[in-house]
């Protein structure tokens, strides 16, 4: 099980953006030189991206943002165009059907890595069964809950009420329900799901 093990924040500096790879305790621009791309030599970056580089750029983005490597990524997106509907919503929702960023949106954990973790270290159960795979796909009406008493204590953001629709949680019992996948205006905004499709057709 294959995963990014570098620096968190030279992958949000080199895409120009907050991919939330950190707790969110201080401020994005606090923690690192947010608008300086990470290289020893910044002289060239205003230069006019090209077509194939601004398609990259847009597949780096989904693909750091959710944590995801090349292989599996591929597979996701080969998987979304065999499926009727669009591409790039069914790509999206796929990623967020992932179980680890389905405990992560359900507040049991601050950071997507800390969810892996705490699904690889089985702590995470689905429909009462313990699943310790960080891709697998939740279903609707699953139930996620975490098993950890410790973990109970990353989840008092949510006790005003989980901001996903598509969510139901309780953090009392560090419990939730994957009520269904979400649509497309509540999919995450500045993921270009455009440029991966056109990068992929080539």
Known sequence: MARYL???QRLSRREGVDLLLKSGAR??????????????CNRHQGHRPSTYCMQFRGKQRIKRYYGVLERQFSAYVRRAASVPGHAGSRLLQALESRLDNVVYRMGFCTTRPAARQ?????????????VHTPSYAVRAGDVVAVR???????????????????????????????????NAAELPHGLHTDRVEDLYSC
């Open 118 to 130: 705490l699904v690889s270290h089985r702590h995470v159960t689905v429909n009462t069964a313990i």
């Open 148 to 182: 950890s008493a410790l973990c109970c204590s990353a989840a008092r953001p949510m006790e005003h009420g989980c901001p996903y629709a598509w969510l139901h949680v309780r953090c009392d019992i560090a419990e939730g329900v994957f009520r269904r996948a979400p």
């Open 6 to 8: 570098g620096p968190r």
């Open 27 to 40: 401020p994005f621009e606090d923690k690192c030189r947010a608008g300086v791309r990470p290289g020893q």
